[in-house]
C-alpha cells in the first residue's frame, strides 16, 4: 500500500550537517506513524526516530537527541531527518519506515509494515 524511497545519504565530515528525505506513495501516508532506523555493517537495526502521524509528537534515541530532527509534510508525503552535529558512529544505512497501526511511535522495528531501500551515510573523521 505505501511504498518509501529514501534520498540524500553521502559522505560528510564529523561535525557536518546532512538532511535525509523519504518519499511514500499512497494515499494512507498521512495516517502512518513514521520512523527512521539505521544499521551498521554487524550490528542490528537501531532506532532512530519516530514521529507520529500529524507530527506533533516525535521521539529520538538518546544518541541522536539534540543533533537529529525528524518532520513530515504529509501534503508532499515525505518525512524528513535533518542530521546536525554529525559523528564517525552515526555512519550506517539509514532506513525509512511507515507503521500503519493506529498507535503512538515506536522504536521496536517489527511495528513497522513498510520500508525504504535505504541509503548510506558516512562521516569521516
Known amino acids: 500500500q505505501v511504498q518509501l524511497v529514501e534520498s540524500g545519504g553521502g559522505l560528510v565530515q564529523a561535525g557536518g550537517s546532512l538532511r535525509l528525505s523519504c518519499a511514500a506513495s499512497?494515499?494512507?501516508?498521512?495516517?502512518?506513524?513514521m520512523g527512521w532506523f539505521r544499521q551498521a555493517p554487524g550490528k542490528d537495526r537501531e532506532f532512530v526516530t519516530a514521529?507520529?502521524?500529524?507530527?506533533?509528537?516525535?521521539y529520538y534515541a538518546d544518541s541522536v537527541k539534540g543533533r537529529f530532527t525528524i518532520s513530515r509534510d504529509n501534503a508532499k508525503n515525505t518525512v524528513y531527518l535533518q542530521m546536525n552535529s554529525l559523528k564517525p558512529d552515526d555512519t550506517a544505512v539509514y532506513y525509512c519506515?511507515?507503521?500503519?497501526?493506529?498507535?503512538?511511535?515506536?522504536?521496536?522495528?517489527?511495528?513497522?509494515?513498510?520500508w525504504g531501500q535505504g541509503t548510506q551515510v558516512t562521516v569521516s573523521s
Open positions: 519506515a511507515a507503521d500503519s497501526a493506529l498507535r503512538v511511535p515506536t522504536s521496536t522495528p517489527k511495528d513497522y509494515d513498510y
Open positions: 499512497g494515499r494512507t501516508f498521512s495516517t502512518y506513524a
Open positions: 514521529i507520529n502521524w500529524s507530527g506533533s509528537r516525535t
